[in-house]
């Protein structure tokens, strides 16, 4: 059999002839509200469709997604302003669907919602652009979750303890310090890379997340993915797979990153506004049937693989501090852990504000020891004794001697806050934290029962 290689000569003729064909384009038959109805394209639902100006010879023009298609046509929303967009419109397919920028020439560099650059530094020193949507790993292939890693918070690493690949979320209302605690897990954590979503958060927080909680220390090691709240809801929804595209391709060189998002909620709230703008019939709170799907196709994307791990830690702001809200529920069900912050802890000025009581790891068991696990459990148990008889103690009701394990824990108040208590810039590592933990437990009597 006789292989036959085009020469040079034929390749240039045959790509000048592919980019001198002539383009099918289409036209914009309505806008309304967030979607653009466009006929004349041949286009499936994450393709992206090219809104172009008036002028004939023009080239550029504002990309739209593909969210909805129907016999007429298919719907699309804008991936920027739709000011100036009007019926009559020509529009033409790409063929594709967004890509994301991945490497590590992304280190160090902020980026906005479509993976574009926005920190002045010039072009990204990317290894490749990859498709924004992307399968989860195979479940009968991914490796077990059994290796601790080092979040850098004393609360977290040992009562709350988190493995390499593990996803959880940190459940709190607004303003009770979830940005704060990522930053401080950005700063602290053991994993190779950190990738940072922003979704649908002030603009004015964005540089003081960047500059004052991450630090240049942090960002060196980190990817930052920003889309505001005043961002397209497509743009917000598209951000967090633009991260996640990008950490796992860290995680598929083999690597153990660590994918943080800011907010969970505000990708829900993103989604809920494109499926009402397309028809969806509302359902829980609002939410349309196609968020509860979404939600799982995201989370299920982090964790671990057969070549690295992403750990995945989701901020979800639960609506009027109820953690049974839809968002909150869902993501709870799908996740391998919570962390709860409580609003009292944060008024009375303890920070982080971890609700330890309330907050679950579904691996502590597989990722500490039998001792580690005893030390916790001591902790835990006079924390526990100490809050049922809280308002005992308040009224000035409580005997002493009535109850030798709330006796213990009034007494080990001061060592177990003192230790769950941790400044911003603090950083302790693993083995530290559980060695402070083990002088608390030496110094509270030891309680039977």
């Known amino acids: 059999m006789t292989t036959t290689t085009a ?9 000048a002839a592919a980019a001198g064909a002539p383009q099918r384009t289409g036209s ?5 509200g967030l979607t653009v109805d466009v006929t004349g394209v041949q286009a499936a639902v994450g393709d992206l469709v090219r809104l172009l100006p008036d002028a004939p010879t023009a080239t550029e023009g504002v990309d739209a997604e593909v969210v909805a298609v129907g016999r007429g ?43 574009q650059p926005i920190d002045g530094r010039g ?12 399968a989860a ?36 209302g607004s303003g009770v310090g979830k940005s ?30 960047l500059e004052d909680d991450l630090g240049p220390e942090g960002l060196a090691r980190s990817v930052v993915v920003v889309a505001t709240s005043d961002q397209p809801p497509l743009v917000r929804l598209r951000a967090a797979m633009v991260a996640t595209r990008i950490a ?44 509860f799907a979404l939600l799982p196709r995201l989370l299920e994307r982090a964790g671990t693989s057969d070549t690295g791990s992403i750990t995945g830690i ?40 971890i609700d330890v009581l309330g907050s679950v790891s579904r691996v502590a068991t597989r990722v500490t020891s039998r001792e580690q696990r005893d030390d916790a459990t001591h902790v835990r148990r006079l924390m526990a004794a100490r809050r049922e008889a809280q308002d005992l103690v308040d009224v000035g009701a409580y005997v002493p001697g009535a109850n030798p394990l709330t006796d213990a824990a009034i007494a080990a108040r001061p060592l177990i806050d003192g230790f769950l208590r941790q400044d911003v810039e603090e950083r302790t590592g693993l083995a530290d934290a559980w060695g402070q933990l083990r002088s608390v437990v030496d110094a509270t009597p030891v309680v039977g029962g």
Request: proline share 6%; charged share 25%.
């Open 7 to 15: 020469s040079p000569l034929t390749t240039v003729l045959r790509r």
């Open 28 to 32: 914009v038959r309505s806008v309304v």
């Open 73 to 115: 046509g298919v719907q699309c929303m804008p991936l920027g302003r739709s000011d100036g967009l009007h019926a009559g419109q020509r529009a033409m397919a790409l063929g594709r669907s967004l890509r994301a920028p991945v490497g590590d020439g992304l280190l160090g560099r902020v980026l906005d919602g479509l993976g």
């Open 123 to 134: 072009p990204l020193e990317a290894s490749s652009w990859e498709s924004v949507d992307a």
């Open 137 to 172: 790993p195979d479940p009968l292939t991914r490796q077990r979750v059994d290796t601790p890693i080092a979040l850098g918070v004393r609360a977290l690493d040992t009562l709350v303890p988190a493995g390499r690949g593990q996803r959880f979320g940190l459940f709190a």
């Open 180 to 209: 704060t605690l990522l930053s401080m897990i950005a700063r602290g954590t053991s994993a190779d890379v950190n990738v940072i979503a922003l979704i649908g958060e002030r603009g004015r927080e964005v540089r003081e997340f």
């Open 248 to 291: 796992e391709h860290f995680r598929d060189t083999g690597r153990d990153a660590l994918l943080m998002m800011d907010s969970l909620t505000r990708f829900a709230m993103a989604q809920r506004e494109i499926g009402l703008s397309v028809g969806e019939p509302p359902a829980t709170r609002g939410y349309p049937p196609s968020t």
């Open 314 to 353: 989701y901020t979800v702001l639960v609506d009027g501090d109820d953690h049974n809200e839809p968002i909150a529920d869902a993501a709870r069900s799908i996740l391998d852990g919570h962390v709860v912050l409580d609003r009292a802890l944060a008024t009375a000025g303890h920070f982080p504000s």
